[in-house]
């Protein structure tokens, strides 16, 4: 963990977060909380991790949703040398939870 980013302001959002129980929930909170670019570019970011992890090319991906290569080797890099934070919460997502992906 960064230990830059461990502070009390940040395991203050983290556990309300953690409160949230429903999908609307997180509407409402993350749009009060975010401006709508903001909350674009996390969604982004995420479905950006998921194509990776399902191998598709970078030109698929900034095709689908628009990402920046540099973006996207953002979010690779993440993928690889991070700290699996993008895979453990895959491994608790249910399959069909992920976005749509062409084949």
């Known amino acids: 963990m960064n230990k830059k980013l461990k502070t009390e302001a940040v395991d203050f959002l983290f556990d309300a977060v953690l409160k949230l129980e429903t999908k609307e929930e997180c509407y409402d909170f993350f749009e009060d909380l975010c401006t709508v670019n903001e909350l674009l ?5 995420f479905e950006v991790a998921a194509m990776l992890r399902d191998h598709k ?12 290569t540099a973006t996207i080797s953002r979010v690779n890099r993440s993928l690889n040398y991070g700290t699996d934070g993008y895979e453990k919460i895959f491994q608790k997502m249910q399959p069909d939870q992920s976005p749509q992906t062409e084949n």
Do not use: F, P
């Open 41 to 45: 570019s996390l969604s982004q970011r």
């Open 57 to 68: 090319t970078y030109l698929e991906i900034a095709e689908k949703t628009g990402a920046s």
